[in-house]
């Protein structure tokens, strides 16, 4: 249906340029035909389901081609390989399907191994099909994968693979295999760890960077040298005009030399979007002096983009694609202008003033997708990018002049790496004090669409685009942005509802209000589990992402349930990253909460403790009031008792009322009876991700709510939520709703009418 509509808009607006420009109707047709043809071949891959899809969540043997080498991560080995064979309760199905494998062992630690292209292996695994975006602000995985054309994963535990075999790869893709293997080989040879870990990533985008020295790098705002990229390209192609310069090659020897360079890196550095695009624009810069014709970057640019996304369109949506044309689009058309602008300060020397017109002209085309995709810019990136890239560009530069002296003369390499060596210590050391600036870098919401619009708008005046100097030019721009500013104040003024998200944390809970007057509050903060990755934290993944994504900087209110890692420890990892106000908790003697206690006093958070009958007025007409534990409760089983030590809330709202329980069991439920509580709400948090110890029929019915959610994680060892349970929920509640199949679940009231709108369809 989307596909037929979109059809019919681009045939009228087709019809509708043809009319406008009848000069240039080829060119118009050709234009929609390509419009269409990328949007068909996008809706057919993005509507491509895996052959394994009947195996969902199924655990098989399978038998496998290996397509790459092993990637080594934080807490899982991943690699790719193209599925042969299945054998599923006693059934063979022969298939042929690419998939991505990720390998983890029992205690939760990435393994050591290593697997090369073209071994045929064979191994047990759990089939899952993944999903789109879990939660606001989050990625979509399930998109990412549809990018490289995957639409099934595959999850095995460490002992399980055996290696069968080994089949070619064939002539080509063995000759690249075995060089770049060589190349790293030789890399690891001659530089220490962390050194061979930055170059590899410089040369082929590989990702075994240590997380704190990666996340370095982003703050300083020079995360772009780690992904192989357009940058990359234009180190090389100034590298071999300099040799053909000292060789005095002619265009034609220079252009046939550049293009086997070009396509051998295209291809040993995996095609990432950025470095074709900047190797077709590299290879036009030259052909057409070679044909005695000047050269456009946009027409460049715009065969780069058509070239890339026919065979596979779906990479626009990715982020390196995009950055990458932004980035480029925008030092097209803003840095004449901002070199012009810049040349009025005559103290800027001409490399600083071209410098700086890069950077700015970069920074301001990728603007939006950054601020779309990853929330945050660096404010002194264009200090650091002047700084810093020129070094990368020695570094590279070097690094490949070394490999290739140790390819012949292998002593003389070494040397060259030896003095490279200082090169990247001065990288690291530079990039670990810009990182250490208080705020390099910073967190800002995604544009609204009247935002990207308003700002579109501003830099095409900047750029001398929209001629405002022209009166009629003048009263149009003027009456546009007039009637958008009016349309954004009424906007603006519309009382927006109360917000309840409940975030997809996996096997935890998390719970984020916004209410009408402003206010931020948190309910539980989620926390994986050690066994799930040391390094992992569900805030980076998921909590400051959702919060960035919705505009939030500073929490006006946390509440923890009770000292449990699945509610708590994500608030432990929010303290320190973004303010909070005031934390509200419960005061039990346990050791999590004193450790909870000693990171707020730090911070110099204001501690509140919550008991029965305490209310807390938010705005007129909502509040919350705890419900229980009452103040003398204690703990004596520190598994049941802490579950029960959980801060039962009420919120309401007008004629709108929430039930959040956190985890207590069924002793809670009955007190809360008995002590003749008014438990009716609209909305139930249901208890205990829906263990079969809580949630019994005599509490459900008499907090008889429309809607139950159900906070759990997807495919949990906890057997949560428990079939009996749901069973009886569903007799009680007609909307029933879960994070493991419906992402988070974002309910949105004004006090009268509920809506309810979840991130994934179960």
Known sequence: MEFITLLIILCFIQIGLIFLFYKRKIFLILLTFFLLLGYGTSFIQMNKNSQLQFLNNKTAKIQAYVLEPTIQKENKTEFYVEVQKIEVNGKTYLLKEKTLVSLYDEKGKHSRLQLIPGQIITFEGKIKIPKGIRNPGGFDYAL???TKKIYATITIFSGTIQIQGKQSLGIRK???????NKVENIINVNLSKNHAQLLKGILFGDKSLSKEMRDSFVDVGVAHVLAVSGLHVGFILSLILVISGILKWSTSIKLIFLTFILIFYIVITGASPSVIR?????????????????YDGLSALSLAGLIILLPNPLLIYTASFQLSFLASMGIILFYRIFLDYLKNFSKISKFISSALAITMAAQIGTLPVNLYHFHQISIISIISNIIIVPFIGILLKGSIIAITVYFFIPFVGSYFFFLISFVFELVIKMVKIFSSFPYASIFLPSFTWWGLILYIFILLIIGRYIPVQIKKIKILTFLGISLLSIFVIIFILIPPPLKVT???????????????????????????ANYQGEDRKISEDVLL????????????????????EDHMKGIQELIGNIPIDILGVYPIDQKYMKELNFLATNEKIKMIYLKEGDILNIQENLIIRALSPSKDFSVEDPQKDVNNSSLVLRLDYYKSSFLFTGDIEEEIENDLLQKGENLQADVLKVAHHGSNSSSKENF??????????ISVGEGNTFGHPSPNTLEQLK????????????????????GNWIKVESYLSP
Do not use: C
């Open 174 to 180: 063995e000759f690249i295999y075995q060089i770049k």
């Open 731 to 750: 007799k009680v509640i007609p909307y029933l709703y879960r994070t493991d199949k419906n992402g988070a679940i974002e309910i949105s009231t004004n």
């Open 700 to 709: 459900i019915k008499n907090v008889d709510p429309e809607i139950g959610i």
């Open 144 to 146: 990412y994968l549809r």
């Open 502 to 528: 409940f975030l997809d944390v996996g096997q935890g809970d998390s719970i984020l209000l916004e209410t009408p007057n402003g206010k931020n509050i948190l309910i539980d903060g989620g926390g994986y």
């Open 278 to 294: 900047a190797s077709i624009m590299a290879w036009v810069s030259i052909f057409s002096k070679f044909i005695n014709k000047n």
């Open 545 to 564: 992402p959702a919060f960035y994504s919705k505009g939030i900087h500073k929490l006006d209110l946390v509440i923890v349930s009770h000292p449990h």
